[in-house]
């Protein structure tokens, strides 16, 4: 159910994707607690030369610089835990991409259950469906 958007400065590295892809996958089940086999991560690479904060490239800041966005549910997470997800993100990708600059992004965008889903379904009726079998399967 996350969609995430990783967009990464620098030359395209498709084992630094992958890389990036389990990391982001792994943070996004423990810190959110969002399904994996429902997480979907597309990772792009933009040029330093290409990536400008304050009219600068990255190439001439020499550092590098993440933007990560995230759809998810809406109201399936606390403040806290978007905030700890938020915080390890920025370290995980430090730590993976090296040196960052202060102005790399992560968004959580919340969606309206009823306007976002999968295999063609809502995420409120997959909910509301849920609800009702294990209601059927307790009356058992």
């Not at 809502?122 to 469906?129: G, H």
Request: proline share 2%; aromatic share 8%; net charge neutral.
């Amino acid at each position: 159910m996350p969609f995430i958007n990783l967009q990464v400065s620098g030359k395209e590295n498709p084992v630094l994707a992958k890389e990036l892809a389990k990391c982001i996958s792994q943070l996004t089940k423990d810190v959110l607690n969002k399904r994996s086999e429902v997480t979907v991560v597309n990772v792009s690479f933009i040029s330093d030369e290409l990536w400008f904060v304050n009219s600068e490239s990255l190439a001439e800041l020499k550092t590098k610089s993440f933007h990560l966005h995230i759809k998810i549910s809406d109201s399936t997470n606390l403040k806290t835990d978007k905030a700890s997800y938020i915080e390890a993100v920025h370290h995980s990708l430090t730590a993976i991409l090296g040196d960052i600059h202060p102005v790399s992004y992560t968004a959580i965008q919340e969606m309206k259950a009823d306007a976002y889903g999968y295999e063609g379904l809502t995420i409120e009726y997959k909910y509301i469906n849920n609800q009702k079998q294990n209601r059927l399967a307790n009356r058992k």
